[in-house]
């Protein structure tokens, strides 16, 4: 069998192949590429019309074939195997084994043959032990099996859940949607009962997880939004909080989900978004301290303010 995902690379592939190993039959090629006799023959003759632009007798492949066996001249301009370099072998790797930190989210077999393959194929790349990456934040594995087989079950899950902006844990019923990571972090999306809306849970904060017996409950159009939303996903609830963004902070309009952005004229943005608590708006607005400002709600401002000047005070500043 061949289609198109692998016609293309495999006919880059045959000609330096081909022209390596002159006068071969055309089972050893087929064996060499896994696919039948016919089909080689049909790349062969695909190749002779192929070559560099003005197409004359002297620019196409040549071909010569003596019975069952296959000779290529002429096309030196691709003679070279594709091969990725060790650089970019190293981001595939390093990527491959961020995902495969995830437990019960993805097939670690594919990820340890696809490994194996892109390790023996980028010669010249060091040792996958040596490849250092970035691991994901640790959710407990019987919390990760639990919420899996919700998921794959259609089935509720009662989640003991750590809220840090209160240091409290809260106790949901969700029905789960979807798994996904990002930034190095696994995440549940599903629809909280709590508070009958969308919700997307990191697995590293669950506590505890519990299988119900209840079955899902999720319209299409939740569905939906579960698959469409960014990570925070806001309510008309939530209070709207207005920032003013000097230029070195015009990034935070990309990264947060922002309902309003103005010009501020001067380079600078004023942007409003949807903050689920306070503690969370005061931690933005110090992070950003000296590009940017929490101008709105005043209540909010002060607390900001009163928060900034109690840090000076307990570094003597």
């Given at each position: 069998?061949?289609?198109?995902?692998?016609?293309?690379?495999?006919?880059?592939?045959?000609?330096?192949?081909?022209?390596?190993?002159?006068?071969s039959?055309v089972?050893?090629?087929?064996?060499?590429f896994?696919?039948?006799?016919?089909?080689i023959?049909?790349?062969?003759?695909?190749?002779?019309?192929?070559?560099?632009?003005?197409?004359?007798?002297g620019d196409?492949?040549?071909?010569?074939w003596?019975?069952?066996?296959?000779?290529?001249?002429?096309?030196?301009?691709?003679?070279r195997?594709l091969?990725?370099?060790?650089?970019?072998?190293?981001?595939?790797?390093?990527?491959?084994?961020?995902?495969?930190g995830?437990?019960?989210?993805?097939?670690?077999?594919?990820?340890?043959?696809a490994?194996?393959?892109?390790?023996s194929a980028?010669?010249?790349?060091?040792?996958a032990?040596?490849?250092?990456v970035?691991?994901?934040?640790a959710a407990?594995?019987?919390?990760?099996?639990?919420?899996t087989?919700?998921?794959?079950q259609?089935?509720?899950?009662?989640?003991?859940?750590?809220?840090?902006?209160?240091?409290?844990a809260?106790e949901?019923?969700?029905?789960?949607i979807?798994?996904?990571?990002?930034?190095?972090?696994a995440y549940?999306s599903?629809?909280c009962?709590?508070?009958?809306?969308?919700?997307?849970f990191?697995?590293?904060?669950?506590?505890?997880?519990?299988?119900?017996?209840?079955?899902?409950?999720?319209?299409?159009?939740?569905r939906a939004?579960?698959?469409?939303?960014?990570?925070?996903?806001?309510?008309?609830?939530?209070?709207?909080v207005?920032?003013?963004?000097?230029?070195?902070?015009?990034?935070?309009?990309?990264?947060?989900?922002?309902?309003?952005?103005e010009?501020?004229g001067?380079?600078?943005?004023?942007?409003?978004?949807?903050?689920?608590?306070?503690?969370?708006?005061?931690?933005?607005a110090l992070?950003?301290?000296g590009?940017a400002?929490?101008?709105?709600?005043p209540?909010?401002?002060?607390?900001?303010r009163?928060?900034?000047?109690?840090?000076?005070?307990?570094?003597?500043?």
């Amino acid at each position: 069998m061949s289609g198109a995902t692998d016609h293309l690379p495999r006919l880059l592939a045959l000609v330096p192949w081909l022209l390596s190993h002159p006068d071969s039959s055309v089972a050893e090629v087929a064996r060499e590429f896994e696919v039948t006799e016919a089909q080689i023959r049909a790349d062969v003759n695909l190749l002779w019309m192929c070559g560099l632009p003005g197409y004359g007798p002297g620019d196409l492949i040549d071909v010569e074939w003596r019975g069952d066996r296959v000779t290529l001249s002429n096309a030196e301009t691709i003679e070279r195997p594709l091969r990725i370099t060790p650089d970019e072998a190293l981001a595939l790797i390093a990527a491959l084994r961020a995902l495969a930190g995830v437990p019960g989210i993805v097939s670690t077999a594919a990820i340890d043959r696809a490994l194996a393959k892109l390790e023996s194929a980028a010669g010249g790349v060091p040792a996958a032990d040596k490849v250092v990456v970035a691991p994901v934040n640790a959710a407990n594995p019987e919390v990760v099996t639990t919420v899996t087989d919700a998921v794959a079950q259609s089935r509720r899950v009662h989640l003991r859940y750590w809220v840090p902006a209160r240091d409290e844990a809260t106790e949901r019923d969700v029905d789960p949607i979807r798994l996904f990571t990002s930034d190095a972090t696994a995440y549940l999306s599903g629809w909280c009962h709590a508070v009958e809306d969308l919700r997307t849970f990191r697995l590293d904060r669950v506590l505890e997880a519990k299988l119900l017996d209840d079955a899902i409950v999720v319209p299409d159009e939740i569905r939906a939004r579960a698959f469409d939303t960014e990570l925070f996903t806001p309510s008309a609830e939530d209070r709207l909080v207005t920032f003013s963004l000097d230029p070195a902070a015009r990034w935070a309009a990309d990264y947060y989900q922002c309902e309003v952005v103005e010009e501020r004229g001067d380079g600078g943005l004023v942007v409003k978004l949807r903050s689920r608590d306070d503690a969370w708006a005061r931690r933005l607005a110090l992070g950003l301290a000296g590009v940017a400002r929490l101008t709105d709600p005043p209540d909010l401002a002060r607390q900001v303010r009163d928060a900034a000047i109690a840090a000076l005070v307990a570094y003597g500043v």
